[in-house]
């Protein structure tokens, strides 16, 4: 199956993908986020839930977890918005990317995005991993660092599509159809482990239903992703992909609601 994890490599400062979650320990190894595509993937089995409609306003719990890559605090926790559109244009070195994160899909998630964008976590920050492989094709952004292991120095759980399902349901381990221009959070696995790094989708690809969905990218923004896509990865990536051939440095990123 394809994976989005973390792996731990002694001595590894490998930039893998889709979570964010830092090994701030003092020990010899690091904890870095893997994809690995498998021969034997089975097809995906269907497509996402429906969205979730509009709400009202939620609490979030955003956990401490070791240290930020860069500094930034903690997003508000309480009367989180679960209703409407955030509007994001993100500036990068290979041209404009805009984003439409949903607030009812995500709240918590949004708004954890939306308070780093605002303290400018994102800005001057390198996307670190290209994935091409058939079924998986995505851009990874959202580490300062460009190792794969940063984060903003806290977590927060999983949202859509993961809580339509019982905890441990086999459904969780079946690939689903995240659809081209899907803005997806990475994650270690492990549960309250998203943190700062996202992925966004830019072909249809197979993933298991346990990576935050919160919103999707305009099609003139799919066009810079796949003009980067086209020229390749360095393929320094044990699991598959590498950093992008031609280089994506986010420049800034504003919220216009």
Do not use: W
Not at 25 to 49: R, V
Not at 164 to 183: D, E, H, S
Request: charged content about 15%.
């Amino acid at each position: 199956m394809i994976r989005l994890r973390t792996t731990v490599a002694a001595g590894a400062g490998l930039a893998l993908l889709l979570a964010g979650c830092a090994d701030d320990s003092a020990s010899d190894t690091t904890t870095t986020t893997s994809i690995s595509s498998e021969a034997d993937q089975p097809p995906a089995s269907g497509a996402l839930p429906e969205r979730p409609a509009d709400g009202d306003p939620v609490s979030c719990t955003y956990t401490p977890d070791g240290q930020a890559a860069k500094e930034v605090t903690s997003p508000s926790d309480s009367d989180v918005p679960a209703a409407g559109i955030a509007e994001v244009s993100m500036t990068t070195s290979a041209g404009p990317i805009g984003l439409l994160l949903d607030r009812a899909s995500a709240p918590c998630t949004v708004n954890s995005f939306v308070s780093l964008a605002e303290q400018g976590y994102f800005d001057d920050t390198p996307c670190h991993r290209l994935v091409t492989s058939p079924g998986l094709q995505v851009l990874q952004c959202g580490d300062p660092t460009g190792t794969g292991t940063g984060g903003p120095g806290y977590g927060f759980d999983t949202e859509y599509p993961e809580n339509f399902y019982a905890k441990g349901a086999p459904q969780l381990r079946q690939p689903v159809v995240y659809p081209r221009g899907t803005i997806a959070m990475a994650n270690t696995g492990q549960p309250g482990s998203n943190g700062s790094q996202f992925f966004l989708v830019y072909e249809d690809s197979q993933l298991p239903p346990t990576y935050t969905v919160f919103g999707t990218v305009d099609e003139a923004g799919l066009a810079v992703i796949e003009e980067v896509a086209a020229a390749g990865d360095d393929g320094s990536m044990s699991a598959g992909g590498g950093a992008p051939n031609r280089p994506v440095q986010i420049e800034s990123v504003s919220v216009s609601s």
